[in-house]
């Protein structure tokens, strides 16, 4: 047995077992990124002159992740998703499309590693989302341990980058 089947079926395992535990696990799979995308505009709301440049960086970042990088490496590497691969247990529905990386954990560490960049405290409590939103994404049946390793990675190296260009062009 590989690694990546071992630690999924150690976390997906867990699913049906106790229905607080699913109830969880839906919710932070499918509608935590809600609340972290209605905090960044909790941030403009607060103060948005000082806030602006995090949230643009945020939104950059994750879109380099999800839609530049994801998307090559999925056209690259078409893997399929747990549920479609083997017999294991779903909770959520998803489409059949490619498992490998993560776009879900491309796009929310990256937007995490922005914040924290920017506000360490709040960007603690971003990265602690992405990753119960990442862990989740295994919880649920639809993503092995790989796709958010590297979905998180990609989402790191992203935030980096948009960063640092903007680093680069400070506000006039």
């Not at 969880?24 to 960044?40: D, K, N, P, R, V």
């Not at 948005?48 to 994801?70: D, P, Q, R, S, T």
Request: aromatic share 18%.
């Amino acid at each position: 047995m590989n690694l990546d089947l071992y630690l999924f079926q150690q976390i997906n395992n867990f699913a049906g077992r106790y229905i607080w535990l699913d109830t969880l696990g839906i919710f932070s799979a499918q509608y935590l990124e809600y609340i972290l995308l209605f905090c960044l505009i909790l941030f403009l709301a607060k103060n948005f002159k000082k806030n602006l440049k995090m949230v643009i960086e945020a939104f950059f970042g994750a879109i380099l992740a999800k839609e530049i990088f994801v998307d090559i490496i999925r056209q690259l590497f078409p893997r399929p998703r747990p549920f479609v691969e083997d017999q294991i247990y779903s909770l959520i529905e998803h489409a059949v499309t490619p498992a490998f990386p993560s776009a879900h954990a491309a796009f929310y560490f990256a937007v995490g590693t922005i914040v924290y960049f920017h506000n360490k405290k709040s960007g603690f409590l971003f990265l602690l989302a992405a990753f119960l939103i990442s862990i989740a994404r295994i919880f649920t049946g639809v993503h092995w341990p790989s796709d958010i390793l590297a979905g998180s990675l990609i989402g790191i190296f992203s935030a980096i980058i948009i960063n640092r260009v903007a680093k680069e062009f400070p506000p006039k």
